[in-house]
């Protein structure tokens, strides 16, 4: 016999107590309808007889019930809370999909229930596999000033802070776009950094951020998006001029280029000291809870101080992680006396490699960078998280066990990132070097080791020319010799 909802509440009533009791077709029609509504009425813990009862009088296909099992599991909420009233023909699919896609190995719970027509089920809860969280939440400032989605974007700009403002562009037709687009499951040519990282079976940037923020995303950033999170490279000024780097993150770089290349100097204002910057930050603060720096060499731009004590000062500081990448040469002087106010100061070093290979990779003094980063750890600032960041490439990965070793020693995580785009990647080894890659590290402990094992096994073999010329180029107008360094990857690139 057909009843109404009404009919079924009072029924339920008197066996239940109900935590709340909706139509299930409502929750199909935005992909965080029934986050928001789980997340609401979420519980630390339920009694025997609590339940949250959807009804419906149609079947609910697959890929609905795989969103509802993966919405229950991921808001922590035990399946057997979870009863759904509706057809006969419901209970089998309902079995079927918990073995597919629940974390949770008992179903939710059925009643057969006969009911008047409910809220049809439309294709609107579905959340792409290409979403990601970062353009409804982020902007990223280059060093010329450039402002893009992300750092992993490409091709083009959105605008330029010189001239634009951050609300310019965040509001901006071309950031819509793109949103409108990963929404309909577009793949974006700008995105393409991402795309290639998950062709390889590596964890993309947006595949991370997606589990990072994925709760934020859903309850608030989907409907309304806002500023939250900057990635800030505030100019190119730099002490060091790493081989792997380029003249845009890199005065020194770009002077050499200049001197020995004839390349014209990269015209770089200091836009990150002016005024209109600062002040556009300082209005962006209560919204803010994540800015990234980077360089250049981030503790060289000390105006930024004014930044961090305002966020004191008006009490944003707490609310707001500050991550830096820092070449570790630089001792943090003018934000040390801020930090600790901060919810969290997270500092990534990089340090592709120790020692004398640190010297000649990076042009820095190991002696020195290495005494900073201890002497920070030795702070002893509850909110303070130190890393390495180690850049692997052909001209370090042989020698990179030496900064895992290092990192193990000091209680140091380690954050991986390959080089790209510096003629020193690990498409650029020879087979020798391979193989005497592969047989050092073929037992290593460490997960990412094996991870390059089975990328130098996928590429094709180098025949090294260019990397011999990168490395001679470097070897010659900086009066150095990479062959006593790194001699046993030198010898398997046939550099001697």
């Not at 935590?19 to 029609?29: A, L, P, Y």
């Not at 719970?109 to 969280?133: G, M, N, R, W």
């Not at 991370?208 to 100019?235: C, E, G, S, V, W």
């Not at 990448?325 to 100061?345: A, D, I, K, M, T």
């Amino acid at each position: 016999m057909t009843i109404s909802t009404q009919e079924l509440e009072r029924q339920l009533k008197s066996k239940f107590d109900i935590k709340h009791m909706c139509d299930i077709g409502e929750m199909s029609t935005s992909p965080n309808g029934l986050f928001k509504l789980l997340h609401k009425i979420y519980q630390s813990s339920y009694q025997p007889t609590d339940r949250i009862v959807f009804y419906t009088s149609h079947m609910l296909p697959e890929n609905f019930l795989k969103h509802l099992y993966e919405t229950v599991n991921f808001i922590d909420i035990s399946n057997w809370f979870v009863l759904i009233c509706g057809p006969a023909e419901l209970e089998t699919s309902i079995e079927s999909a918990c073995k597919q896609f629940s974390h949770d190995p008992i179903p939710f719970q059925f009643q057969y229930t006969d009911l008047v027509p409910t809220h049809s089920i439309e294709d609107k809860f579905f959340l792409p596999d290409t979403v990601c969280a970062i353009p409804w939440t982020h902007l990223e400032i280059q060093t010329d000033g450039g402002i893009t989605p992300c750092c992993m974007t490409s091709g083009s700009t959105l605008g330029n802070i010189k001239h634009t403002t951050l609300d310019q562009v965040f509001n901006g037709q071309g950031l819509q776009e793109l949103r409108r687009g990963l929404l309909a499951g577009e793949r974006p040519e700008i995105c393409r950094g991402c795309w290639k990282a998950e062709e390889k079976n590596l964890t993309s940037i947006r595949i991370h951020n997606i589990k990072r923020l994925k709760k934020d995303f859903l309850l608030k950033y989907l409907d309304q998006p806002q500023l939250a999170t900057m990635d800030i490279k505030f100019n190119n000024t730099c002490n060091f001029k790493c081989r792997i780097c380029g003249p845009s993150n890199s005065s020194l770089f770009a002077l050499e280029n200049h001197k020995f290349r004839g390349i014209p100097l990269i015209s770089q204002d200091n836009w990150s000291e002016s005024e209109d910057f600062i002040n556009q930050m300082i209005s962006h603060l209560p919204s803010i809870h994540n800015i990234d720096m980077y360089g250049g060499e981030p503790f060289l731009v000390k105006k930024f101080k004014e930044v961090l004590k305002l966020a004191v000062d008006h009490g944003h500081a707490k609310n707001i992680r500050l991550h830096y990448n820092s070449n570790g040469s630089v001792w943090p002087e003018h934000f040390l006396p801020y930090w600790p106010n901060f919810r969290q100061v997270d500092i990534h070093f990089s340090i592709d490699a120790i020692g004398k290979q640190f010297e000649l990779e990076r042009g820095g003094n190991w002696s020195e960078v290495e005494s900073n980063i201890l002497r920070l750890k030795d702070l002893g600032l509850p909110n303070l998280s130190i890393s390495l960041m180690p850049t692997i490439g052909a001209m370090n990965v042989y020698y990179i066990d030496q900064v895992y070793d290092w990192a193990t020693k000091h209680g140091f995580q380690l954050f991986v990132s390959h080089a790209r785009g510096t003629g020193f990647e690990l498409q650029d080894l020879t087979r020798e070097a391979k193989d005497l890659i592969i047989e050092k590290f073929k037992d290593h402990p460490w997960d990412e080791m094996q991870q390059v094992i089975k990328i130098i096994q996928e590429i094709p073999d180098s025949n090294g020319d260019d990397f011999r010329s990168k490395i001679k180029w470097f070897d010659q107008v900086r009066e150095e010799n990479f062959a006593e360094s790194h001699y046993e990857i030198a010898k398997a690139m046939r550099y001697v």
